[in-house]
């Protein structure tokens, strides 16, 4: 069974970062795709940025592209989003989902093991 569990949201003033980090259990990692969502209160669900694990292939929001890095590390079944000059708009509970053989470019009901979340906060 597939799980995934996120950590590393927390509080923090605009302008800061924080680095997010997703653990998938149940299956290796090493050939489907992470991706990376939110949610704000009030708001649709939105794709902030996905990996493909086998070429290191990465997608980004324009919301976030140039602020936020994904990366992998296939060792330890984990995948980080790395999140820079944080704005307020940010703030949302961050999500990771993947799956058995998926890609970037599958559809997000495919990615059917997600995570508890992570609350995101940016806020002076």
């Known amino acids: 069974q597939v799980q995934v569990v996120e950590s590393g949201g927390g509080l923090v003033q605009p302008g800061g970062s924080l680095r997010l980090s997703c653990v998938a259990s149940?299956?290796?990692?090493?050939?489907?795709?992470m991706g990376w969502f939110r949610q704000a209160p009030g708001k649709e669900r939105e794709g902030v940025s996905c990996i493909n694990t086998s070429d290191g292939g990465t997608y980004y929001a324009d919301s976030v592209k140039g602020r936020f890095t994904i990366s992998r590390d296939n060792a330890k079944n984990t995948v980080y989003l790395q999140m820079n000059n944080l704005k307020p708009e940010d703030t949302a509970v961050y999500y990771c989902a993947t799956d058995h053989e998926l890609s970037c470019s599958d559809d997000v009901p495919l990615f059917g093991s997600w995570g508890q979340g992570t609350q995101v906060t940016v806020s002076s």
């Open positions: 149940g299956f290796t990692l090493d050939y489907t795709a």
